[in-house]
């Protein structure tokens, strides 16, 4: 029987079922080494690429992948390659890239680099120009005129971008769902106010300090964006009060994750509020160094918020054992994350009794507590889950749920 060869044997579209089953980025460089029919096959399959480059070799990257939707040119803050990404580069990426759906770009590019985006990439949904430290609301600008369908924008570190910015985006991209602007010092409430009249979709806002951000600004956010919101950060915007707390709780049942560390003029009566309201949604809450939290609105977050995962309490000087000492026989609590470092009413008493209501929890975190040590808690028996990494002195890594500075979508 005569052999056959499998290019005789298969057409374009069989080989690209082939290459659809492999699942590994390697098995698909493999099948492209195979020969140059099978390297053509490759190429103008794939969908995402990172890479380090300058404008001859991004313009070959851009003949050869003909279909790429997901580029990645970040850096490290510390840059091992530089000079980057520079604003000629990306004059022929978005030349070159017509089908770019996501870029990620930060630590580069200026003004002039924007406009470059703005003038050719009209797809694109996902952009990352955070800590480009150059940006300001001109590119932005330029950003909005021509990416109409921006569903995600990163523009934390941006230190020059103001209100302006936010009102280029509420007139052009009203599909805006997620937005990042952690550090950016000059947006204020007034420029919130102006971002929600057009985008009245967000789900995910990171204004982490943000130190002119204030209630009003908050409460607008709140009341527009009530049926979508999901994310709100606020960590360290010590101009947000119980007013802020109020809206949400008012206004935003689908509410996941809270980040309102460092406000300080949050008391029990608004969380009080949030935890009724969101008690189906909430997932996340962080609220250190809320200084006037107490018992009261602890035991009530723990007794209503049933699907809450992570909760971080620390500095919360006021909390004692008796939040959870409060939880009655049919509380059963889900936490896999809890923060309680330098709360230093808490006892080994206390942190036995959580014990007791919660079986999934995986990182706890005890640091600066002075009556719950390793020593004391051998002492009094208290056997932890498995599962559970105890952090006594800060030499276990935390998880990033509770930080506040995680990516957006």
Known sequence: MASVCVNDALNDDELRWV????????????????????????????????????????????????????????????????????????????????????????????????????????????????????????????????????????????????????????????????????????????????????????????????????????????????YSLKTLKLLDCYKVGNESISSLAQFCKNLETLIIGGCRDISDESIMLLADSCKDSLKNLRMDWCLNISDSSLSCILKQCKNLEALDIGCCEEVTDNAFLDLGSGDVLGLKVLKVSNCPKITVKGIGKLFEKCNSLEYLDVRSLPHVTEVRCSEAGLEFPKCCKVNFSGSLTEPDVLLGYSGLP
């Open 19 to 226: 290459l659809s089953k492999l699942d590994r980025d390697k098995d698909k460089e493999v099948f492209g080494l195979v020969c140059k029919r099978w390297l053509l096959l490759q190429s103008t399959d794939r969908k995402k690429l990172a890479a380090r480059a300058g404008p001859h070799m991004l313009g070959r990257l851009a003949f050869r992948f003909t279909h790429i939707v997901e580029l990645d040119f970040s850096q490290s803050v510390s840059r091992s390659f530089y000079p980057g990404v520079t604003d000629s580069d990306l004059t022929v990426i978005s030349e070159g890239f017509k089908c770019l759906r996501v870029l990620n770009l930060h630590n580069c590019i200026t003004d002039t680099g924007l406009a470059s985006i703005g003038r050719c990439l009209a797809l694109l949904q996902f952009l990352d120009i955070s800590y480009c430290k150059k940006l300001s609301d001109k590119g932005v600008s330029a950003v909005s005129q021509g990416c109409h369908d921006l569903r995600t924008l990163h523009l934390s570190g941006c230190r020059f971008i103001t209100n302006d910015s936010l009102k280029s985006l509420s007139e052009r991209c009203r599909d805006l769902e997620a937005l990042g602007l952690q550090g950016c010092t000059n947006i204020t409430d007034s420029g919130l106010a102006d971002l929600v009249k057009g985008c009245k979709k967000i789900k995910t806002l990171d204004i982490n300090k943000c130190s002119n951000v204030g209630d009003a600004g908050v409460s607008c956010v709140a009341k527009v964006c009530a």
